[in-house]
């Protein structure tokens, strides 16, 4: 059962996203387990509240009015190796960057090129986080998760339908995530934690240094990047308010002091107005707008 002597009031969502936008959430209650977040969607299903499970806040833009609900950061951050099955089974509260670190320094591939993705397991898996031509999806077993009448049910990938950086979660339907089994296979330590520390080193070179949402739109194609279209469409600086497109990586909306949710928007429609004017090509936002 939820104490809802944990459960805070209005309390501001800027300090919790990547962005450092966002109002506050009417309710506000912190899962450091799974059955933390069973307890707390029982709860707010059973008050008929909207609810919203926050994992590191990367990919998320939350309005200037805020959450008129319960917001729930998920902390629930173990997992466990199976060695003979070839699989982890990893909470959705993990954040990638330990985890798989972790699995590398023990021998284990499959994951690393997520090891520099900012967020967690829940997050990358509803958002079928990628990089380097490769997808999270490629590498699930199985899920576990509520679903939107409150059941707890295990399914494996397909029934997520998963696409390039979206999925069944993504789109609407109403799953939480509990847990994630990944495959994964031996391989050398030395040259697992030498690619995850390289790439480490070429997202700094490239990603600037204000706050940002990460990737703001989706590519088109591994050939047809938003930040080049972005960028060649003479939008590199360009501000609405205290929101600009970065300088440094075009596809990064970066907020260079007290920007609001509304400046992000107006400058996002802009930069897909502009592309579309100039290029023909309609871009996807990658960031949830809430």
């Known amino acids: 059962m939820l104490d809802q002597k944990n459960i805070k009031t209005n309390v501001p969502l800027a300090p919790y996203t990547y962005i450092k936008i966002g109002g506050p959430a009417k309710y506000f209650y912190v899962a450091n387990s799974s059955d933390d977040i069973v307890d707390a969607v029982n709860y707010a299903l059973n008050d008929n509240l909207n609810y919203l499970i926050l994992g590191l806040g990367g990919n998320i833009l939350f309005s200037d009015e805020g959450f008129d609900g319960l917001v729930i950061p998920n902390r629930a951050s173990s997992w466990q190796i199976n060695e003979e099955e070839k699989n982890v089974v990893a909470q959705s509260g993990v954040i990638l960057k330990p985890f798989v670190t972790d699995l590398a320094i023990k021998g284990f591939a499959g994951l690393e090129f997520f090891a520099n993705i900012p967020g967690s397991v829940g997050g990358a898996v509803a958002g079928n986080a990628g990089a380097y031509g490769h997808s999270i999806s490629e590498e699930i077993s199985w899920v576990k998760f509520i679903d939107p009448e409150g059941e707890i049910i295990t399914e494996n990938k397909d029934y997520f339908e998963f ?29 697992l934690l030498r690619q995850i520390e390289e790439d480490e080193a070429l997202r700094k070179g490239k990603h600037p240094e204000y706050p940002s949402c990460g990737s703001f739109f989706k590519n ?3 050939e047809i990047t938003a930040g080049k279209l972005i960028e060649d469409a003479g939008l590199k600086g360009f501000k609405v308010g205290n929101a600009m497109v970065s300088d440094k990586h075009a596809n990064f909306i970066v907020n260079t002091g007290n920007a609001t949710a ?27 707008y809430v």
């Open 220 to 222: 088109i194609s591994r």
């Open 262 to 288: 509304k400046d992000v928007k107006e400058l996002a429609d802009h930069i897909a107005n502009v592309v579309k004017e100039k290029t023909g090509y309609d871009l996807e936002r990658e960031v949830v």
């Open 163 to 191: 696409e390039y950086r979206t999925s069944r979660i993504k789109k609407g339907y109403r799953a939480t995530i509990l847990e994630v089994c990944f495959d994964i296979y031996p391989k050398s330590s030395e040259e």
